[in-house]
């Protein structure tokens, strides 16, 4: 168990003494998540909010899509990437591979389902009373529809976390897309899987220790901002 406290130790010590490589690894982690749920949060809250408000044929197998999606292997999200921004796939010449955004999209395709169901379910759950209600007040279709959205308010907010919390501690696409690169893509969780690999636990627990206070840091700004709105 020594090891563990020494991860502890380790840790603090990485974080005041401002070692590059850690901060390094932190710095890609936030852009390349705060890259995906950004645009995460532009497509599915839009696409969320016309599968909870509207009512259409399909919509059940189209929800029913998105619920399976919810579980969609990392693995087979970053083989996907891989195979169309690879240099022998349709998206080769953009030059994505093993960059920053590369792995933004991927995580983007990893996040949106959480975004869109959660959204979706927020909508769909506001009384049933609440659009003759907003109509009778002489709200027209567009405030009713934006209002609905304002009222859902705590629950894209939830959906905006829990897809933050994914995409932060995500791994496995990470390291497909951007080949764990030193200074340049590796990220925390690929690193803590590196340093593991190599026997160095106390690292390994240190890094996991950066990670869960920046898990911590992210949600707690999140839940001031829910408190806010």
Do not use: C
Not at 27 to 47: C, D, E, H, K
Not at 98 to 119: E, H, K, M, R
Not at 178 to 200: C, F, M, P, V
């Amino acid at each position: 168990m020594g090891y563990i406290a020494e991860g502890f130790v380790t840790a603090l010590r990485l974080l005041i003494r401002a070692d590059p490589e850690t901060y390094s690894a932190v710095f890609t982690t936030l852009r390349v998540s705060s890259l995906s749920i950004m645009a995460a949060l532009a497509v599915g809250i839009p696409l969320g909010f016309l599968l909870g408000y509207y009512e259409f044929r399909g919509k059940r197998q189209i929800r029913a899509v998105v619920d399976t999606l919810l579980a969609l292997p990392t693995v087979v999200v970053g083989l996907f990437v891989y195979a169309l921004i690879s240099k022998r796939g349709p998206l080769g010449n953009l030059g994505l591979l093993f960059t920053i955004p590369g792995i933004g999209l991927a995580q983007t395709i990893l996040i949106l389902p959480i975004v869109i169901a959660l959204t979706a379910t927020a909508i769909s759950n506001l009384d049933v009373r609440f659009r003759r209600t907003v109509l009778t007040l002489g709200a027209g279709r567009r405030r009713t529809a934006l209002t609905a959205l304002y009222e859902s308010r705590y629950g894209v907010i939830a959906a905006a976390v829990a897809a933050y919390g994914r995409a932060i501690g995500e791994v496995g696409i990470s390291m497909m897309i951007g080949g764990n690169i030193k200074w340049h893509t590796r990220t925390i969780t690929t690193a803590i899987a590196l340093e593991t690999g190599k026997g160095q636990f106390a690292m390994g627990i240190a890094l996991g220790i950066v990670l869960l206070i920046l898990a911590f840091v992210i949600n707690w700004i999140l839940q001031i901002m829910k408190r806010r709105v």
